[in-house]
């Protein structure tokens, strides 16, 4: 085996949490071809127990331990420099040392940069056959957060959009190769990095379809003759808490006005404020934390993702899917999933929509859109055959 190095801005475990899905199901492809040497984040105190784990997939590794509330001081001196605030928000003189160090000791030809602020790390190695995955184009995802925001946090997101695009598309020009998470991903960033858009490319998430199961042994989470709707995700993360704030206000009223016994569950790590005042509304459940996400998709009636601002592949609608639940989708939380509305999933734009399709569901009690979303995910969202594109990517001369 030949030597890899591996950087991630987030330690890559547990496996179906979040951003973490991607980046730990690609470490597990990797160690099975190379000896990889992983240098990585822990940004919460609750990962440093997956620390053996991710170690024991690693023939060397490097965990740095990164305070949210300090790196998120820190880079703003970013916005005095013309820098890009997530680079500053990841620099750490100890991970440049201990990278430093392994490329030396270990001789490593080959380096695979998972996300764009982790490549600082490896700008110093232009001879390298050097590729990274950006997965989301997340210039554009500041972009859009500018629009959203009134100043003063709009004037600071349009410096990242700015500032974080410049860097990439350095990167795309300077590395073999750049992926993403889809397809259209990858088309917008060559409309925007058009010099570079010979080397771009992207393989699609996959989905761990035994854990995600239709057929789980679990009981419902849910009280006798109550319907659900669910969401799912982390509920500290911007997106998420735009998207239940504008269902819970705009959509859920109406569908309880029509389905007197439906309930909402907001289920996710880490609620921020303004997603726990949402409990204070009739039928309306936060859950914090659960030990398994799973049960609340399985047995609810329907699930939602109407997301309003979304980069790259929404894996909650993914793994809803792969459980053979009913999804009604927004157009954005739907980008980059090869599925068909009214077959697969519903598709809703606009709180009309969105109370039409999930009454429609309620209603019916259409049983067929389940088992072809699973089946869906079976044959079009698995990790080793979607994988396959990163070593032939590695190994280009």
């Given at each position: ?8 801005h987030r330690i890559p475990y547990p496996p179906n949490k979040g951003d973490k899905i991607r980046s730990y199901h690609l470490l597990k492809h990797l160690a099975q071809s190379y000896r990889v040497h992983l240098a990585t984040f822990v940004d919460d105190p609750d990962d440093w127990q997956h620390v053996p784990r991710v170690e024991a997939l690693c023939a060397s590794s490097h ?335």
């Amino acid at each position: 085996m030949e030597d890899l190095l591996l950087l991630i801005h987030r330690i890559p475990y547990p496996p179906n949490k979040g951003d973490k899905i991607r980046s730990y199901h690609l470490l597990k492809h990797l160690a099975q071809s190379y000896r990889v040497h992983l240098a990585t984040f822990v940004d919460d105190p609750d990962d440093w127990q997956h620390v053996p784990r991710v170690e024991a997939l690693c023939a060397s590794s490097h965990f740095a331990k990164l305070n949210p509330l300090w790196a998120r001081v820190r880079s703003l001196g970013a916005l005095f420099g013309n820098r890009s605030l997530s680079l500053d928000y990841y620099r750490d003189a100890s991970t440049k040392a201990w990278v430093d160090q392994a490329v030396k000791q270990h001789n490593i030809a080959r380096v695979l940069v998972f996300s764009s602020a982790m490549a600082q790390y490896a700008d110093a190695y232009p001879g390298m056959r050097r590729v990274v995955d950006f997965c989301d184009v997340d210039s554009d995802k500041w972009r859009q957060y500018a629009e959203q925001k009134a100043w003063p946090m709009n004037m600071l997101y349009r410096h990242e959009a700015r500032q974080l695009l410049a860097y990439e598309r350095k990167v795309a020009r300077e590395y073999d190769a750049s992926l993403f998470v889809s397809q259209p991903e990858a088309d917008l960033f060559r409309q925007l990095a058009p010099e570079s858009a010979s080397r771009i490319g992207h393989f699609n998430n996959g989905v761990d379809t035994d854990y995600f199961s239709p057929t789980p042994a679990s009981s419902s989470p849910y009280p006798a003759g109550q319907q659900a709707v669910v969401f799912t995700g982390a509920m500290d993360y911007w997106p998420n808490v735009d998207a239940v704030q504008w269902f819970a206000n705009d959509v859920f009223p109406q569908l309880r006005a029509r389905f007197p016994n439906l309930h909402f569950y907001i289920v996710g790590a880490r609620p921020s404020a303004p997603v726990t005042a949402l409990a204070q509304l009739p039928g309306v459940t936060v859950t914090g934390t659960v030990p398994d996400v799973r049960p609340y998709i399985l047995h609810a009636d329907v699930a939602v993702a109407p997301l309003r601002i979304a980069r790259g592949i929404q894996n909650k609608v993914l793994e809803a899917m792969a459980m053979a639940s009913r999804i009604v989708v927004s157009p954005q939380a739907l980008e980059g999933i090869d599925a068909t509305p009214g077959a697969e999933l519903m598709l809703a734009d606009g709180a009309p929509e969105f109370v039409a399709a999930v009454s429609q569901l309620l209603e019916t009690r259409n049983h067929t859109i389940g088992p072809a979303a699973r089946r869906r995910v079976e044959t079009q969202y698995r990790w080793p055959s979607n994988l396959a594109c990163i070593g032939e990517q590695l190994e280009c001369s």
